[in-house]
């Protein structure tokens, strides 16, 4: 696979962050996938976001499985941590990664194929267990790899390319994400910046399994008319539960001045807020079984609802369960991840 480098000069006037950085320091290589595919709109929002955030390069470490989605992080972040792995098994190799260091972000991007295919138990484990990662689906229906064959979470009728329509019921990764007991549930479209930036932060930001299903269609075998996947149909079927979404770091002054029961605020761990502005005032994105319904309700009208679908304000991540020290493993002496035998005998008496 061959890769383009962008330019390394970049203009001296161009806007930097609290780090000093531009928005170019977040970038990759140039972009291999076919023009106008929704991943690298999704690309551009999570570069977007982590230079708001003011994240370093090297707390973040990025993985991927394989597909065009898996292709999207040599586009992002090039300075930081990554690792591509193989089909269906980025969760794994991150669960592993987390173990050994819990201080970097770990931004996971998977594709619809990736993660409700093959990689379905791998995403489903990841969710139980509370990894403290971002889980982004780049979800256009199909494999666009291999010349467009339905995935998993393609609708039951939405016709191919060629005509042919889908035999099967959709799996709907928000709902199993919820049921499994993910703490953070998001859905966007790839052509909607203003929602999905913000959910974006708002899941980085998020300690605990954050999940953001965004529908990005392929733009060469997935974007016909017909197609419920396609650019055309999710605009004009776009039930967003939020009208504005806005996000505030913890670091800035917070200040709230909305009418009373035009909005909910989501306090986040570290104190950040998460600003909705509802369309919706039906919707409590605290509700597990209301996200369930609101979810099930657009979509027997067709309607495909994005925004914040659910969060909890109390779940713990992954080390809270475990009881794992606060230091990273990866920081510890060979003492202290080798005590002897005598602890290991400890060990396997407690098993017998």
Do not use: W
């Not at 090297?58 to 499985?65: L, Q």
């Not at 329509?165 to 549930?185: H, K, R, T, W, Y």
């Not at 399994?209 to 008319?225: E, K, Q, R, Y």
């Not at 776009?238 to 670091?251: P, R, T």
């Amino acid at each position: 696979m061959s890769y383009i480098a962008k330019p390394s000069a970049h203009h001296p006037a161009l806007p930097k962050n609290a780090l000093g950085l531009t928005r170019r320091d977040y970038e990759g290589t140039m972009s291999t996938l076919c023009a106008g595919c929704g991943h690298d709109s999704i690309t551009a929002a999570i570069i977007e976001a982590c230079f708001e955030m003011d994240l370093p390069a090297h707390r973040i470490a990025k993985v991927s499985g394989i597909g065009c989605s898996s292709k999207a992080p040599t586009y992002f972040l090039s300075r930081s941590h990554g690792f591509n792995s193989v089909h269906g098994r980025m969760p794994s190799i991150t669960t592993g990664a987390n173990l050994a260091n819990r201080d970097l972000v770990y931004i996971g991007v998977s594709g619809d194929g990736d993660t409700a295919s093959i990689g379905l138990g791998q995403f489903c484990h990841a969710v139980r267990r509370r990894l403290n990662m971002t889980y982004i689906v780049m979800n256009n229906g199909c494999y666009g790899l291999t010349k467009g064959q339905f995935s998993a979470t393609n609708d039951k009728s939405s016709p191919s390319k060629k005509g042919e329509a889908n035999p099967f019921e959709a799996i709907d990764l928000c709902q199993m994400a919820i049921q499994l007991g993910a703490g953070f549930v998001a859905r966007s479209f790839s052509g909607d910046k203003a929602q999905l930036i913000p959910l974006i932060k708002a899941a980085i930001s998020y300690k605990g399994f954050a999940f953001l299903d965004v529908i990005s269609p392929c733009v060469t075998f997935n974007n016909h008319p017909t197609s419920t996947k396609s650019y055309d149909y999710v605009r004009a079927h776009n039930m967003a539960s939020e009208n504005q979404l806005d996000y505030v770091e913890h670091k800035e002054e917070i200040t709230v001045d909305y009418a009373e029961g035009s909005s909910a605020s989501i306090e986040m761990h570290d104190g950040s807020l998460l600003l909705l502005h509802k369309l919706d005032q039906q919707h409590d994105p605290r509700n597990a079984d209301a996200a369930l319904m609101t979810i099930r309700t657009n979509a027997a009208k067709g309607s495909v609802a994005t925004g914040l679908l659910y969060i909890s304000q109390d779940q713990q991540d992954m080390h809270d369960v475990l009881a794992t020290v606060e230091q990273p493993l990866n920081a510890a002496s060979m003492a202290d991840l080798c005590p002897g035998s005598k602890a290991l005998e400890a060990i396997n008496a407690r098993l017998r």
